[in-house]
């Protein structure tokens, strides 16, 4: 019995004249998803279907359940165009089933107008077939076991009888691109996989202190890199070095604005790197309260660094939200290896958490901030990551 793997997408078809842009987007995805797989990606209307290699449908539902812009996806079998074919092909559907599935009903869209039968039509005379040919089943329209699902479209009859979620959202690059300030924790992936979802295309910046920091947590950063590739694309990996500004930071200005300062200066070196790539926006895995760094007034003053938008999908969540949601990414065992990164490694005993801009932009003066961010820059590494 063919199989087939039906895409369904409910945002994109709310766009109105801009639709046609957004399911392009979804095509391409898509495509890329299951590239190398011999897999056939087919539009129809309001829906794509996929056609893989016999054997290959459970490894290529697992790379397209990763694609955002899919809600939901179904493993489907075609039928003939006529009452006959449905039929035959509801029976080997029904028999794939453990037996102890044992209550069904059959429920019908008929797209397809010109189909002789109305949907009530078809639903009962399939029911009454499966009664006939599987003496093990009852029909409970409330609470079934299973439910048959009969698809009459003007491309295809499609039967399937269950869909597995997908997780929603923009197609990658329908939105734009940013960049994503990755530093190797629970909480900046899980930023960058929400930006992904609403259909930003993003590059990773990870900064480091080499040699305060080992070569693990440049690893760490990649790894997590290449989790959130597996939900896009290939995704740009740049390594910025923050050594010679953090010993600056710590000799030259107060201790309790350390990590105030050495901030302004990422976004400072996250600006330049976006503006030199067409970058749109800048992604951190910032959570309001929840580290002194990241009180309102931190936030403002960081902000103030940059002339570039600020996106911080984590701003209202909570930890124990973040790393349920890290879990489910994958990323969060990644994120727990215990390696530190350039944040953790000159926390001061007692950081501002109530900083103002006038005291942060006066202590700044100690600093020769150009030829820091040029320095920055200098150190640049860029690496491509795939999934």
Not at 205 to 213: A, E, G, N, R, Y
Not at 301 to 319: C, E, F, N, Q
Request: aromatic share 6%; net charge positive.
């Amino acid at each position: 019995m063919q199989r087939k793997i039906l895409i369904r997408y409910s945002e994109i078809a709310l766009k109105g004249k801009n639709r046609h842009f957004f399911e392009q987007a979804l095509s391409r995805n898509l495509k890329q998803a299951v590239k190398n797989t011999g897999t056939q990606i087919v539009r129809l209307h309001g829906r794509f279907l996929a056609v893989a290699p016999e054997g290959k449908t459970a490894a290529v539902m697992e790379k397209l359940q990763k694609v955002f812009g899919a809600v939901s996806l179904s493993e489907v079998f075609p039928a003939s165009r006529d009452m006959a074919g449905i039929k035959e092909t509801a029976a080997a559907v029904v028999a794939s089933l453990p037996r102890n599935l044992n209550t069904f009903k059959v429920e019908t869209k008929r797209a397809d107008k010109s189909f002789p039968l109305t949907s009530p039509e078809v639903n009962n005379a399939i029911g009454a077939f499966l009664l006939g040919q599987f003496p093990h089943l009852k029909v409970d329209v409330h609470q079934p076991l299973f439910t048959l699902f009969i698809e009459i479209g003007p491309e295809e009859i499609l039967l399937y009888h269950d869909s597995i979620a997908g997780p929603g959202g923009l197609p990658v690059g329908a939105s734009g691109k940013g960049l994503l300030l990755l530093s190797g924790g629970i909480d900046s992936p899980v930023a960058g996989w929400l930006a992904m979802k609403r259909g930003l295309s993003i590059e990773a910046l990870h900064f480091h202190s080499f040699p305060f920091t080992s070569l693990r947590s440049r690893e760490k950063a990649a790894d997590l890199c290449r989790m959130l590739a597996r939900y896009g694309h290939a995704v740009p990996f740049n390594l910025l070095s923050l050594t010679e500004v953090q010993k600056e930071i710590r000799a030259r200005c107060p201790e309790e604005l350390a990590i105030i300062l050495l901030r302004r200066m990422m976004m400072r070196a996250a600006e330049a790197l976006s503006r030199k790539r067409g970058l749109q926006a800048l992604i951190t895995g910032e959570s309001l309260g929840q580290v002194a760094s990241q009180t309102l007034e931190s936030l403002n003053v960081i902000s103030a660094a940059t002339r570039m938008l600020i996106l911080r999908p984590l701003i209202g969540m909570d930890k124990v939200e973040i790393v349920n949601r890290a879990r489910a990414i994958d990323t969060y065992e990644i994120s727990i290896r215990p390696y530190e990164d350039c944040c953790t490694l000159f926390v001061p005993r007692h950081p501002a958490t109530r900083p103002t801009l006038e005291r942060v932009e006066k202590a700044e003066e100690a600093l020769e901030i150009e030829r820091l961010l040029e320095n920055i820059l200098d150190t640049l590494e860029t690496e491509i990551i795939t999934s």
